[in-house]
């Protein structure tokens, strides 16, 4: 075999120090996968299962008749249609804003595009006790609209609609960082097809936008539904914790569990709880089926 051939093969100079090349990861040896395999498992099953597995302990220590009991208290039931009802108010205001948001910046070219998609991540990076303390610095009695809300009789923070608020607050980026990659990436040939064969504008979304995204559509409701339902920071702020009145779940919960009433508190907690495993569920479902389509949203 000619030097030149042997450099080609080892990667080194004929008659040279051998140099070892690099490993792949792939490659490493069976005690080492093991060991970081053990790792990953044993750390999820330290931090995540093990927590959960602790709340639906303590909620049935008691057991079933005691976890019933729980849900027949009027403050508990108030809790929960609290929370739902925020949550379906929240999360369809999310979708027609993630929707809407999504379809202007993956269809349309124009002046403040980049600064839309800088304020949809806003919510990401500032603290949600942050943003309940905006609500109140702009809503509560001594706020900037403090003194027009109450001449007219009208109360945003320490009721429902503050609660609303920031619920919607912390949850906009969730449809809408799902379909934007996804929109911008199938681009608007098919839409302009249509469009050229003489659809409207609606049957065109109907029947062409729409059903391109629905997955990913569907993923971002799941997760801001997920959201939706276990906000506590915002809420917190601006919910002034008013027991019956303006508790969400989350809220309920602290409230149990300062009281003492461990068994109670962990209750209410394992309906969130079981939220989070439906929601985990849902979305590998949608992952396993749909996969190709939800991986690339993640390029954004």
């Known amino acids: 075999m000619s030097e030149q051939a042997a450099d080609d093969i080892s990667g080194t100079p004929a008659g040279g120090p051998r140099r070892l090349r690099p490993r792949p990861a792939v490659a490493e040896t069976a005690a080492t996968r093991a060991l970081l395999i053990a790792t990953a498992i044993g750390f999820l099953g330290l931090f995540v299962v093990l927590p959960l597995v602790a709340v639906f302990v303590e909620a049935l220590r008691r057991g079933i008749g005691h976890y019933l009991e729980t849900f027949a208290d ?23 804003f993630g929707l809407s948001a999504a379809w202007a910046v993956a269809k349309f070219d124009f002046p403040g595009k980049s600064l839309l998609i800088t304020l949809i991540d806003i919510p990401f990076s500032v603290s949600p006790v942050v943003s309940g303390l905006v ?14 809300l109450a001449a007219h009789d009208l109360q945003i923070v320490f009721a429902v609609p503050g609660i609303v608020l920031a619920t919607v607050f912390v949850t906009v980026p969730y449809v809408a960082r799902e379909l934007i990659p996804l929109m911008q990436e199938q ?20 029947t062409v936008t729409l059903p391109n995204v629905k997955w990913a559509l569907l993923y971002g409701v799941l997760l801001c539904n997920a959201r939706a339902m276990g906000e506590f920071g915002a809420v917190s ?29 962990f209750a209410v907690a394992s309906i969130l709880a079981g939220l989070a495993l439906v929601t985990l569920v849902a979305k590998s479902l949608l ?12 390029l954004y």
């Open 74 to 96: 009027p403050d508990t039931q108030a809790a929960i249609r609290l929370t739902l009802t925020v949550a379906a108010i929240a999360v369809p205001l999310n979708l027609v």
């Open 135 to 148: 609500f109140v610095l702009l809503f509560g009695a001594q706020g900037v609209l403090g003194p027009w």
């Open 187 to 206: 681009g608007v040939s098919e839409e302009e097809a249509a469009l050229t064969l003489g659809a409207s504008g609606l049957r065109t979304f109907l």
């Open 237 to 265: 702020v601006v919910s002034g914790h008013v027991r019956g009145l303006t508790n969400t779940m989350p809220l309920h919960v602290e409230i149990l569990y300062n009281e003492y009433n461990f068994v109670a508190a």
């Open 287 to 298: 992952e396993w089926r749909y996969g190709d389509a939800l991986g690339r949203s993640r």
